[in-house]
């Protein structure tokens, strides 16, 4: 197990976060920026959701109309955007998302909410 795992050493229990910003710090300057204006590929970026320091939810092929249920179903727990994300579908965190999720919440519909959306 791993030490962010329910159980693992050291481990705090299973968590999630959901920060989402005023409108006003999503399109002007605000927390998230500073971490996305250090490289120009990010710039362009909108973070809505800012659940922690080094990460954000921004875009992940679904509509921003789809992120809120989303983000309620997911309870924000740890890893859940990057179960949206296609290029993340092979790591060990999604896996770990997918794992741990259903065990946590007996509401989960893993198969609808969290796969990568139309590109």
């Given at each position: 197990?791993?030490?962010?795992?329910?159980?693992?050493?050291?481990?705090?229990?299973?968590?999630?976060?959901?920060?989402?910003?005023?409108?006003?710090?999503?399109?002007g300057?605000?927390?998230?920026r500073?971490?996305l204006?250090?490289?120009?590929?990010?710039?362009?970026?909108?973070?809505?959701?800012?659940?922690?320091?080094?990460?954000?939810?921004?875009?992940?092929?679904?509509?921003?109309?789809?992120?809120?249920?989303?983000?309620?179903?997911?309870?924000?727990?740890?890893?859940?955007?990057?179960?949206l994300?296609?290029?993340?579908?092979?790591?060990?965190?999604?896996?770990?998302?997918?794992?741990?999720?259903?065990?946590?919440?007996?509401d989960?519909?893993?198969?609808?909410?969290f796969?990568?959306?139309?590109?």
């Open positions: 197990m791993r030490a962010h795992e329910p159980g693992g050493p050291g481990a705090e229990p299973a968590s999630g976060r959901i920060n989402v910003r005023p409108a006003a710090e999503v399109f300057p605000g927390p998230g500073e971490f204006d250090e490289d120009v590929r990010f710039r362009p970026v909108r973070p809505f959701d800012i659940f922690t320091s080094e990460a954000c939810g921004a875009t992940t092929g679904h509509t921003a109309e789809a992120y809120p249920d989303r983000a309620i179903a997911s309870r924000g727990l740890w890893m859940w955007l990057g179960a994300c296609p290029s993340l579908q092979d790591s060990r965190e999604v896996a770990d998302f997918r794992r741990v999720m259903p065990q946590l919440f007996d989960d519909d893993d198969d609808d909410l796969r990568p959306g139309p590109r």
